[in-house]
T-cell receptor, first 113, second 116 residues
């Protein structure tokens, strides 16, 4: 089945630093999503990307849908302690099939104040 | 708060037992998805229901089954439980009007299942 390779697995940064993480796939996706999960909670949608090449921002977060439709990246600028959590990328298959999401294994972010 | 509710929040049971997890989707959402999250496998799609009917199946074991009721809430039934079934089980919902419609899934807080 489809797999997403998400990197890095974990990041330890200082407050105020910028963060970058990415996802690559061997398959094409028509939608890329980025979620954040905090301990004891479900994933919360941060950004959704629907078109190849699309660059979308949500506050300090910026994500891009790769031109090849096989990759996406998420940037967080000027990190703050509440950015701590696990960030997941997810790809959604062609709506002509099923709407299931394929998730990356996550990037665990730790922000030191 | 995503608007998706799941009960119970925690469940502890023994091997061989059967449990039922419940999910209420966001108001207006017709589609419900079930996911399993374990440490080694990450988030895995199990099954999707749309307006009461099964729409897509993922890596769901035969010991597991689900259904969506007329009021659109869904239940995931796990039977003959094994130690390896211990995981977080998430429900997500979306509008999912029809194939091709841009759709977004919103996740519930999850049910943590521990099988002893």
């Amino acid at each position: 089945g489809q797999q997403l390779n998400q990197s890095p697995q974990s990041m330890f940064i200082q407050e105020g630093e910028d963060v970058s993480m990415n996802c690559t796939s061997s398959s094409i996706f028509n939608t890329w999503l980025w979620y954040k999960q905090e301990p004891g909670e479900g994933p919360v949608l941060l950004i959704a990307l629907y078109k190849a090449g699309e660059l979308t921002s949500n506050g300090r977060l910026t994500a891009q849908f790769g031109i090849t439709r096989k990759d996406s990246f998420l940037n967080i600028s000027a990190s703050i302690p509440s950015d701590v959590g696990i960030y997941f990328c997810a790809g959604q298959l062609d709506p002509g099939g099923s709407e299931k999401l394929v998730f990356g294994k996550g990037t665990k972010l730790t922000v030191n104040p | 708060d995503s608007g998706v509710t799941q009960t119970p929040k925690h469940l502890i049971t023994a091997t061989g037992q059967r449990v039922t997890l419940r999910c209420s989707p966001r108001s207006g959402d017709l589609s419900v998805y079930w996911y399993q999250q374990s440490l080694d496998q990450g988030l895995q799609f199990l099954i999707q229901y749309y307006n009461g009917e099964e729409r897509a199946k993922g890596n769901i074991l035969e010991r597991f089954s689900a259904q969506q009721f007329p009021d659109l809430h869904s239940e995931l039934n796990l039977s003959s439980l094994e130690l390896g079934d211990s995981a977080l089980y998430f429900c997500a919902s979306s509008v999912a009007l029809w194939a091709g419609e841009i759709d977004t899934q919103y996740f519930g807080p999850g049910t943590r299942l521990t099988v002893l």
